[in-house]
């Protein structure tokens, strides 16, 4: 009999995690991977380790004082979790500033672009860098002592900070003060150029500089050393939702307490003294092990702006546009469309103007009537909230499910909850306890035949930014079945009804795990009888320790599966007799992968489901989710045959996970050509476009101007 719940059959969550921020990394150190785009996964994989340390180490550090002594299903306690963590995050921070110090900056100086210490800089460029400083840092800065009299300042999570030395005149005391750096001004800085070397450019980091000129900001002292630091504090959220009355009041107040939670992580210059050092730890309660070193930048998140500027447009990723699907073309009508058909977007591919378009030509149809939307993230300038806004205006019932806990954009969605307010939008915050995590748009029509739903699904957020750069699916559909049961979970969801059930909708905390393992269990009991047993997923995350052992189940029955897990998964593939028939690949590459999809075979007559759902305990128990099915028959297999298909030929940008939790990154068999699956998307996008263009052109139809400016699709 096999032990599935053995400890052996399962990876760390944490250090799985870790795994994929290596496969950032290693993008950063791909030499085929133009400039800029290693830059900026070498920034991605330092924004990628903050939110760790903010979320998951600091649960694991709370865990570790309060004793609690809770393993999971890898065997792993919270102190050997930790132990293990520092010790791959200090190798990969290195890796991280190997790479930078002895790889890309000496391929950006071959471009010339050179990075300088504001000490090291020419007698002239040091004149002009003090002019500077004088004249645009110093009115904005801000000297704070450290003594008795003056306890160590209160200082921001992820703020970048200096720590200074000084001395007084024939003193032997030393005395210590800290300089915030300025969030307003640029973290580059860039020195000008006569026209002559006009091709040079030249850049200094703000630290750099406030480091060589802060001597300025204390006169009469004497400066001894001046050493960037950088603290990342606890930043999760605390919130009784029973408890709290006004939850978004709730959630504001705990919002101010994000930047003085407990420390977890101290980055230090790697030149500073080991007093100041032991200072800093102490002063913030932390211990060797949650130090980190590094050189200039000491967080790489401040090369973000260079990857952005326009100046190295041909360091970068070929620029593209994307397409629009061949169903809905610029100035279709929309509504006619989806009557006659279903229609399925690949975002980034094919563009998510679409999806604003259908709320801009609902909110000024006069025949719409109500709207109802989940919002979960969007951007600061959203056009759907500005149509959702336009069509209360306008006299239509609008209603907006608002979550207010979407980790890290609490802020902005408390600035769109009040401004929705304000229109006459109805806002509801969800469902106590659960935070609703599903995409979906309901949208009721006077139709010429009676009143119809048209509905949006998707798996990615109503974020037109992000859509340009994650990978998700899209189902518009006026399907009357379909549409009904989003109907009635909208009504579920905002008053006081019971679950009711569906036929087609999985829907979390409430059936869709359940489901979930109710379908891998019949691809296994169809092997077991000798039928051909088959499931291809692709999430972001694979945790569930049920529908893991469900898994190895199915593989020991026979069940030939497929799982394409970006980040992390707790599962080990190809374990003799437990997981042999199960294969495990992570895409890291342009695009961030986002996109769920769910396939199983079922005998010959496949089941297709999208939806917004990891398969993890957070999304089937604490979370409102959905799942849906695609049914069009067309649409169905254009999943089955060309995108997962396409996903799983990937050896370029696909890596496998191996039974001893490492990743190895494929490569093509002998005699085969390299296939990259986001290549492929981009290159049938752009002959989407090339059909569009020639077909508007033989018609006289305007031609189509997609208004996004980073996706592209395939053709149906």
């Known amino acids: 009999m096999v032990d599935y719940s053995d400890s052996k059959n399962f990876i760390n969550r944490e250090l799985s995690w870790l795994e994929f921020n290596r496969r950032v990394l290693e993008e950063g150190e791909d030499k085929s991977q133009p400039l800029m785009e290693r830059v900026k996964f070498l920034a991605i994989f330092s924004s990628n380790l903050d939110e760790f340390f903010e979320i998951r180490v600091a649960g694991i550090k709370q865990q570790i004082e309060n004793q609690i002594s809770d393993v ?123 026209e002559s070397e006009s091709h040079l450019l030249d850049f200094v980091f703000l630290d750099s500089m406030i480091r060589a000129f802060c001597g300025d900001l204390f006169p009469g002292l004497k400066l001894e050393g001046a050493y960037a630091f950088r603290v990342t504090r606890n930043s999760d959220l605390y919130i009784d939702e029973e408890e709290a009355q006004n939850l978004l009041r709730t959630i504001e107040k705990e919002l101010r307490k994000r930047n003085k939670g407990n420390a977890v992580r101290l980055e230090l210059q790697e030149n500073c003294p080991l007093e100041v050092q032991n200072f800093l730890l102490e002063t913030f309660r932390l211990k060797q092990e949650d130090l980190y070193k590094g050189g200039s930048p ?39 469309v989806v009557r006659r058909q279903d229609v399925l977007l690949h975002h980034p591919y094919e563009s998510f103007d679409s999806v604003v378009n259908l709320v801009e030509c609902a909110a000024r149809d006069p025949q719409v009537l109500a709207i109802k939307m989940t919002l979960y993230r969007t951007s600061p300038d959203s056009p759907l909230i500005t149509s959702m806004i336009e069509a209360a205006q306008n006299g239509k019932q609008v209603t907006v499910i608002m979550e207010l806990k979407a980790r890290f954009d609490e802020e902005n969605n408390i600035q769109w909850a009040r401004r929705l307010e304000e229109a006459g939008v109805h806002v509801l915050y969800g469902v106590v306890g659960l935070k609703t995590h599903c995409k979906a ?39 009357k079945d379909l549409t009904q049961e989003v109907a009635t979970l909208f009504n579920a969801l905002t008053g006081l009804a019971e679950y ?15 489901r979930f393992k109710q379908m891998i269990d019949h691809e296994r009991d169809l092997a077991l009888k000798g039928r051909p047993g088959r499931i291809i997923t692709k999430v972001n995350a694979l945790v569930d320790e049920d529908i893991i052992k469900s898994l190895y189940e199915a593989s020991c029955a026979g069940v030939k599966i497929d799982l394409i897990i970006r980040g992390v998964c707790c599962l080990r593939p190809s374990i003799p007799g437990v997981s042999e028939n199960i294969r495990v690949i992570s895409i890291v590459g342009r695009f961030l992968e986002h996109s769920r999809v769910y396939y199983f075979g079922n005998d010959g007559a496949p089941l297709v489901y999208l939806g917004s759902a990891d398969w993890m305990p957070r999304n089937f128990h604490r979370r409102i989710e959905i799942c849906f099915p ?12 060309e995108i997962l298909p396409a996903y799983l030929k990937d050896c370029v940008k696909s890596r496998e996970l191996k039974a001893d939790g490492s990743y190895v990154r494929l490569k093509p068999n002998k005699g085969e050509k390299p296939f990259q699956a986001q290549f492929t998307f981009r290159e049938m996008s752009r002959q989407q476009q090339q059909f569009l263009a020639a077909k508007s052109a033989n018609t006289g139809l305007p031609r189509p101007v997609p208004q996004g400016k980073s996706a592209e699709v395939r053709p149906r």
């Not at 326009?310 to 990723?317: G, K, M, S, T």
Request: aromatic fraction near 8%; hydrophobic fraction near 40%; proline fraction near 9%.
């Open 500 to 514: 009711p059930g569906f036929k087609k909708l999985l829907v979390a905390p409430f059936d869709m795990a359940q």
């Open 630 to 641: 695609v049914e069009d028959h067309e649409l169905k297999k254009q999943i089955e045959e």
């Open 298 to 336: 000491l967080n790489m998140l401040h090369l973000f702006p260079l990857c952005s500027n326009d100046a190295f447009a041909r360091l970068r990723d070929r620029p593209f546009i994307p397409s629009f699907d061949q169903a809905l073309p610029p100035n279709a009508d929309i509504f006619e």
């Open 441 to 479: 748009i309901l949208i009721v029509r006077r139709d010429e035949d009676r009143i119809r739903h048209y509905v949006h699904l998707g798996t990615g957020n109503y974020h037109p930014k992000t859509a340009r750069m994650y990978t998700d699916l899209s189902l518009i559909t006026a399907s």
């Open 72 to 194: 999971g299903p890898d065997g792993l306690s919270s102190v050997e979790i930790f132990d293990a963590i520092q010790r791959r995050v200090h190798d990969l921070v290195a890796q991280q500033h190997r790479v930078w110090n002895l790889d890309i900056i000496p391929k950006l100086e071959e471009n010339n672009i050179r990075f300088h210490e504001a000490h090291s800089l020419s007698k002239e460029d040091m004149e002009w860098a003090h002019q500077y400083f004088l004249s645009e840092v110093f009115p904005v800065l801000t000297p704070l002592a450290v003594d008795p009299s003056h306890p160590f300042p209160q200082l921001l999570n992820k703020s970048c900070n200096l720590i200074l030395q000084l001395r007084k005149p024939r003193k032997t005391d030393q005395l210590m003060a800290v300089v915030q750096m300025p969030q307003v001004l640029p973290p580059l800085i860039r020195i000008p150029r006569k």
